[in-house]
């Protein structure tokens, strides 16, 4: 007879996205052992478990579960053994008998179903880690949870094996390690030997491409050559919209993750591939090596990050120089009692990098791989004298010494500089930056919109009226020994306006026209990179008149009067108004003014009075007065001659010429 048992065996997990390992509460891995068998050699037979997950909308936090057997004719017996947080409901062929439910011997495919709580939280605390509780969740139209594992044990007349397999009753996609069930599109991607799948929750909010995704996976495998790769890599984009998550993602099973859907690739904390880098992670470790988990998984997720252009080097620095800080520093790696919780991803992380630097200026062709490969290669746990002996065998004394000074002391290594990463990693850098134009060039900072349209100096805060648009002019540089892509972003106190993004070969320079319209008052920060400009933004400005005359001197009725203003605008920024020409309180001529800031300008309004007497006029606050006279008539000339007020002739001079003439005629 021989007798087979599959046990749940507890596993657990390291800190805040982590990969699941052994000892981690909640996990569960099956697997089979044979106790006993016969001496002769015995066909095989196999014995089928299909196991069916529905979801339960109406119970949110549980899932429903069918065990389906089919038995093979040499099967003699066979238990099962449901998780803790497992209920039966429902089964045929099964009686149940201490706390376990034993087949009757003559159904041939018995089932038995069950009800399984899914939730799982976590009190953990990281770098990487979320304000939420949730490992694992159902959220009662979609559930995220570990694929479910039970205990067995099963006797037969001949060898038997065990194969089995998960489905979901509806839409789902189902992992070695993770099942998601609800709608979503699955992804896939082909690369360097394994399959990469990528489920997207139809209530998921990716805010990479799937496509991008991929690509920094495909790189991040080819670069991470540390033994055999998974054939298949099962990745959930995990729905934030109603599920607040403890961590950015999580590892369970070989070769199975999920990250939250709104995790970017252009981070130095890339859960993607810390995740990712877990799955490779073929090895176990005891207490003082498990610094070496969380470690590596961060170093690598930035360094890959910063080799394929998501990040540039002072991201990269920033990241791995939180080692230094004096809460981390002091934590003794190989000592996990002195740790405060994220040492292995601070202090850990900047120890790897460093350890990898070392063993590339001591080799000519090893690294921190190198000793990453001899762990996943070594039979057995990875002890302390283990992971010496590689990084020995790998490096030589000197790296050996200062892996021992950095994991089992506080001493704490240093960041280096880009020079000396450059060179240590062969790996011409990109640095990208960005800047305003020079405001001394005309293309730098131009306005438009209702009131002007051109270039505006930026010496000081750009002033603006409501409703202008600003043109700033943006380089984005790459001063870089190495081609390197960038995303620019604009930002207007704080919130992104614009962005742009592109690939930059090193010395190059692109310039870059970020538009913004301001439509309300108030004072504005524009920033691109570290580069910033001051923005005032204020309503228009009101014309003044600051002369009001008459260019007719003393008119007479039906004269062209010619009124003349002079309008002047002495803020910062436009003027605009209506100004209407006011005759004796009446309004009789409107005119739309616009001015520049300082601008002043000349108005002119002809008017021809039809009647005598005094006018007054009003522009804006100015006023003036204007008399206007009759013309003179004949009666008037008469009057004059009589009077002797005026010039010509009159009728005694007339008398005079014509007795002078008569006196010539008698003389003659």
Do not use: C
């Amino acid at each position: 007879m021989l007798l087979v048992w599959l046990l749940p065996l507890t596993a657990t997990g390291g800190a805040v996205g982590a990969a699941v390992t052994a000892g981690s509460p909640g996990a569960t891995v099956e697997t089979a052992h044979a106790v006993s068998g016969p001496t002769e050699t015995t066909p095989t037979r196999e014995l089928v478990l299909t196991k069916e997950v529905r979801l339960t909308p109406d119970r949110p936090g549980e899932i429903t579960v069918t065990l389906r057997y089919e038995t093979p004719t040499d099967l003699t017996g066979l238990r099962v053994e449901l998780p803790e947080s497992g209920t039966a409901m429902a089964g045929r062929g099964f009686s149940e008998g201490d706390g376990r439910y034993v087949w009757d011997g003559r159904t041939r495919t018995p089932t038995l179903t069950y009800r399984l709580s899914v939730n799982e939280t976590s009190e953990s605390a990281g770098p990487i880690a979320r304000d939420g509780d949730y490992l694992f969740a159902d959220a009662g139209p979609w559930a995220l949870v570990r694929t479910p594992q039970v205990g067995m044990s099963w006797t037969g007349r001949s060898e038997i094996s065990l194969s089995r397999s998960t489905t979901v009753a509806g839409p789902g996609a189902v992992g070695d390690g993770i099942m998601y069930l609800g709608e979503a599109r699955e992804y896939q991607r082909t690369a360097h030997g394994q399959t990469f799948r990528l489920v997207v929750p139809a209530s998921a909010s990716l805010a990479e491409r799937p496509a991008d995704v991929f690509d920094a996976l495909a790189a991040s495998a080819d670069a991470l050559r540390v033994g055999d790769r998974d054939p298949e890599v099962f990745m959930v984009a995990a729905p934030t919209g109603s599920v607040e998550w403890a961590v950015d993602g999580l590892q369970s099973g070989e070769s199975a993750f999920w990250v939250r859907d709104r995790s970017r690739l252009d981070a130095a904390n890339n859960v993607w591939i810390h995740e990712y880098v877990h799955t490779r992670q073929d090895h176990e470790l005891t207490p003082e090596t498990r610094w070496f988990t969380e470690a590596s998984a961060t170093y690598y997720a930035a360094l890959f990050a910063l080799e394929q252009g998501s990040i540039d080097y002072e991201t990269f620095r920033s990241r791995l120089a939180l080692g230094e800080r004096a809460t981390d520093a002091e934590a003794i790696l190989t000592t996990p009692s002195t740790w405060n919780g994220v040492a292995p991803y601070t202090k850990g992380a900047l120890v790897a990098g460093e350890l990898d630097r070392a063993t590339r200026l001591a080799t000519t062709d090893a690294s921190l791989q190198t000793v990453f490969r001899r762990m996943n290669a070594h039979d057995g746990p990875v002890t302390r004298a283990d992971l010496r002996a590689m990084i020995r065998a790998t490096a030589g004394s000197r790296v050996a010494a200062l892996s021992d000074e950095y994991t089992a002391s506080a001493a704490t290594p240093s960041m280096w500089g880009r020079a000396e990463h450059q060179r240590t990693f062969d790996t011409p850098l990109p640095n990208v930056g960005y800047a305003f134009a020079d405001p001394g060039t005309d293309s730098a900072f131009s306005v438009s919109g209702p009131y002007r349209t051109g270039a505006i100096g930026a010496t000081g805060p750009i002033r603006l009226a409501t409703g202008e648009t600003l043109t700033a002019t943006i380089l984005v540089s790459n001063t870089g020994a190495g081609t390197g892509e960038y995303e620019a972003r604009a930002r207007v106190n704080g919130a992104t306006v614009a962005r742009d993004e592109g690939t930059l070969a090193a010395n190059e320079t692109k310039r870059w026209q970020v538009q913004h319209a301001f439509t309300s008052p108030g004072e504005y920060a524009l920033q691109v990179g570290e580069s910033m400009v001051d923005v005032v933004v204020s309503p228009p400005a009101t014309p003044t008149v600051s002369r009001f005359s008459s260019d007719t001197a003393d008119p007479i009725v039906g004269d062209r009067l010619v009124l003349t203003a002079t309008v002047r605008n002495a803020d910062a920024v436009p003027a605009a108004s209506n100004l209407t020409l006011f005759e004796d309180g009446s309004p009789v001529e409107t005119r739309r003014v616009v001015l520049g800031p300082g601008e002043n300008r000349t108005l002119a309004f002809e008017r021809t009075p039809d009647t005598a007497g005094t006018s007054r006029y009003r522009l804006g606050d100015r006023n003036l007065t204007v008399t206007v006279r009759q013309p003179p008539t004949a009666s008037d000339a008469t009057q004059g001659s009589t009077a002797g007020s005026g010039p010509g002739f009159g009728a005694g001079v007339a008398a005079l010429v014509v007795l002078a003439s008569l006196a010539a005629r008698v003389r003659g």
